[in-house]
């Protein structure tokens, strides 16, 4: 359960500047109910890595910018703008104090290929394969979507006791004139069979505020 124990100390962290502020720096990132037919449960990865199907926490975060504060160079190659939009979860300050922290424990010679510097963070297009701090990898990629598995280091590729999908994704819906940004998370218990959800009503919420940074810093990549 080490992930969650992360997420909960990020999550406070980037809460720190207090409610009111908080609330208001990520008034335009919403969650909405994740359909129980999503497409992210129906993967080979989720059905392999989940063998007993236990219940799952999951959450989809939305957020909608207009065309026109989205930088022009995003907008003209295909994939593009998924591809900036992941960057800047990785390499923004949102993702700053647990890269730092799996850093110091992880990055070491067997690691050393993976992306842990912020500028490789930033300039890296993402394809499938790619593992980033020991804790994630790029299990497929669209013009539209990038899926991670997390939950432990992408060295073990076996069933694990604590495991998760994130996918990323930038839609651009011309006829309304924005993109539309959703940043979704699926977390399960791999190993075993499991009695209820893995994260407490606590951890989901601060999960759920850890999630908004993420968003906020991934968006301010992609705008003017």
Not at 104 to 111: C, S, W
Not at 120 to 141: C, M, N, R, W
Request: aromatic share 12%; proline share 5%.
């Amino acid at each position: 359960m080490g992930i969650f124990k992360t997420l909960s100390k990020a999550a406070a962290y980037g809460t720190v500047a207090g409610a009111g502020g908080w609330a208001l720096y990520t008034r335009k990132s919403n969650f909405v109910p994740l359909s129980p037919s999503d497409h992210i449960y129906n993967t080979t990865f989720y059905a392999r890595n989940n063998p007993e199907r236990n219940p799952a926490t999951a959450d989809l975060c939305v957020r909608r910018v207009p065309l026109s504060e989205i930088k022009p160079e995003y907008l003209e190659k295909e994939g593009k703008l998924v591809e900036k939009f992941c960057a800047g979860v990785w390499g923004g300050l949102g993702y700053a104090y647990q890269r730092q922290y799996l850093e110091k424990k992880y990055r070491d010679a067997d690691t050393e290929e993976q992306l842990w510097d912020t500028k490789a963070l930033l300039d890296s297009e993402y394809p499938v394969g790619t593992q980033i701090t020991d804790h994630f990898e790029v299990l497929t990629k669209t013009p539209e979507s990038i899926i991670v598995r997390c939950g432990d280091s992408p060295r073990k590729m076996e069933v694990r006791p604590s495991d998760g999908l994130f996918e990323m994704r930038a839609e651009i819906l011309k006829d309304e004139g924005v993109a539309e940004f959703q940043l979704k998370s699926v977390f399960y218990q791999g190993l075993g069979k499991a009695t209820g959800a893995p994260m407490p009503a606590h951890i989901e919420f601060l999960h759920r505020q850890y999630t908004k940074l993420w968003m906020e810093t991934a968006v301010s990549n992609v705008t003017r």
